[in-house]
């Protein structure tokens, strides 16, 4: 089983959509969670850490369940520019970090 | 803001050739990182470094050697470039426990 575990895709949502992308690990002892975004033949980039609590950035709203070993992120009103890869990312021990393939999402006009 | 440099975007090199990938970052952060990205198989950690002059292996590290003798500075080194290390790599670093910083990325191409 992969450590961290994300579907695919590819998502292809109109501008305005509503699209969500789910992510489960599999190290229960995982520290700290976070959603990157990748655009293409570039670096990945933060885009946003992940409480338990669950945290909105804007159109952004990152959701975790520990019990349930799972990572979510909804992008509200999706843009054009909000096309790229989503990297569920998750750190499992000291400061190493585990990433997931990515779920990538075209956003079509 | 953190900046994360890798010496070269594109690299070209030959079998059997030494190949060394130079990364630079100036926050002073105490991990450092490197990676290879590859379609399919997406990011997976070659070695990392938590301090000067120490040095983990991450989960692909044969093949590869690194080096940091300065906090600012993480080589990873190819000791003989094989085909199947053609690859992006990647450098990242950061502060414990707190998020990844990558550069830009090296394209490398052994033939």
């Known amino acids: 089983r992969k450590e961290v575990e994300q579907d695919p895709g590819p998502f292809n949502v109109p501008e305005g959509a509503t699209v969500a992308f789910n992510c489960t690990y599999s190290n229960s002892a995982s520290q700290s969670f976070f959603w990157y975004r990748q655009d293409c033949r570039k670096e990945p980039k933060l885009l946003m850490s992940v409480y338990s609590s669950g945290n909105e950035d804007g159109r952004f709203t990152a959701q975790l369940n520990r019990a349930s070993q799972y990572i979510s992120l909804l992008i509200r009103d999706s843009k054009l520019s909000d096309s790229a890869t989503y990297l569920c990312?998750?750190?499992?021990?000291?400061?190493?970090?585990?990433f997931g393939e990515g779920t990538q999402l075209t956003v079509n006009p | 803001d953190v900046k994360v440099t890798q010496s070269s975007r594109y690299l070209v090199k030959r079998t059997g050739e030494k190949v060394f990938l130079e990364c630079v970052q100036d926050?002073?952060?105490?991990?450092m990182f490197w990676y290879r990205q590859d379609p399919g198989l997406g990011l997976r950690l070659i070695y990392f470094?938590?301090?000067?002059?120490?040095?983990e292996k991450g989960d692909i590290p044969e093949g590869y050697s690194v080096s940091r003798e300065k906090k600012e500075r993480f080589s990873l080194i190819l000791e003989s470039a094989s085909t199947n290390q053609t690859s992006m790599y990647l450098c990242a670093s950061s502060l414990w426990l707190q998020p990844q910083h990558f550069g830009d990325g090296t394209r490398l191409s052994i033939l």
């Open positions: 926050m002073d952060h105490e991990n």
């Open positions: 990312v998750v750190n499992p021990s000291g400061s190493r970090l585990t």
């Open positions: 470094s938590y301090d000067v002059k120490m040095k």
